[in-house]
Each structure stands twice: as structure tokens, then as C-alpha cells.
């Protein structure tokens, strides 16, 4: 399989939380207004929080009533949670989904939690390590693979370097620079 196009990946930590595995979206930065709502640092997708219908802070289900955009931000209004005070509380505290709340995703698009842990080789074979993270706070997606040794080596996203993404087998193919692996 040749992925061609541009990659787009979802940052979605898991946690086992009680019973219920739970995936973190997002971080309560601060309290809005006097009514209650919350701006929220999205993990991923700002538009999912208006698909979602509840989500939980820690331990306890909260209904979502609205939901609106501010910037990079998402600003949400939380059944139960009514004034000022009580959205101050849940400053700093992370927002989590279950795993049946994930949208399904469209074919060569993956969840960065679902390809961290593969085995990453070069197009001929050659074991170089295992993918790390997906770092996405550049211009495109960069893959962290951590090698045998312990050092990292960072790969462009791009369709260029990554060839394949094979998620039977848990490995993703790549097309490195020459030198590259020996930085």
C-alpha cells in the first residue's frame, strides 16, 4: 500500500481511568464569563467538541450544551457546571472521550496513539527503531524514532520519506536522506 498525499494524524493520549479507558482531547486553560463556560486547549480537532455530545473531566460525565471557537481555543458550556466559580475549579484539569466517541477516520489517516510503538524500517528492510511520537508543533508532522542505541532520529511526515504505514504488521516503511540516520 503507497500512501500518497498529505497525512493528517490525531493527537489522542489513552488513559486507563477506573473501568473505562479514556482519551485525553484537550486541557481546561481558563474560565469565560460568568455563566460557566470554559476555554479548553484542544488536542486535536477543535470542530470534534461540536460532534462529541459529552465528555468528562476527570472521573465525571459532563452533557455539552454549546460549543464555540475562539482563535485556537475552544470555548464549551458544560450541564452542571453554572457560574464562574465553578468553571474555575476545573481550571487545569484534562478533557477525555471514551474510545467510542473517536470518529472513524478516512483511509491512510491514523491516530498518532495507534503508530506509536511501530517498528520503523527503511523501504529496503533495515531496521532503524521504533516510532516514539508524532511531533506536530512544526510545519508538518515530524516522526521521533527512537533507535536501538537510545538516540533519536526525526523524519519528515511527508509522503516523500514515509513510503508505507502497514497497521497489520505494525511497521512503517521509509525513504531517508542519505546521512540522515547517522546524525
Known amino acids: 500500500m503507497k500512501i500518497k498525499g498529505t497525512y493528517h494524524y490525531h493527537m489522542c493520549p489513552v488513559f486507563k481511568n477506573g473501568d473505562m479507558e479514556k482519551i485525553q482531547i484537550g ?61 474555575e ?10 474510545e467510542e466517541q473517536l470518529p472513524e477516520l478516512p483511509e491512510d489517516e491514523y491516530y498518532i496513539r495507534d503508530l506509536i510503538g511501530m517498528t520503523v524500517e527503511t523501504v529496503d528492510g533495515e531496521y532503524i527503531g521504533v516510532l516514539n511520537d508524532v511531533l506536530q508543533n512544526t510545519a508538518q508532522d515530524v516522526y521521533e524514532v527512537k533507535k536501538y542505541d537510545g538516540k533519536m532520529v526525526l523524519i519528515p511526515g511527508v509522503a516523500a520519506f514515509i513510503i ?12 531517508v536522506p542519505e546521512g540522515l540516520l547517522d546524525l
Request: proline letters at 2%; hydrophobic letters at 35%.
Open 27 to 87: 486541557k481546561i486553560v481558563n474560565a469565560v464569563a460568568l455563566k460557566g463556560e470554559v476555554k479548553i486547549y484542544p488536542y486535536s480537532e477543535p470542530s470534534r467538541f461540536e460532534e462529541i455530545g459529552k465528555l468528562y473531566i476527570e472521573n465525571k460525565q459532563y452533557e455539552i450544551q454549546n460549543v464555540r471557537m475562539q482563535g485556537t481555543t475552544v470555548i464549551v458550556k458544560l450541564k452542571g457546571i453554572d457560574d464562574r466559580n465553578a468553571a
Open 89 to 98: 475549579e476545573q481550571k487545569n484539569k484534562y478533557v477525555y472521550i471514551t
Open 164 to 175: 508505507d504505514i502497514n497497521m497489520e504488521t505494525k511497521k512503517i516503511s521509509v525513504n
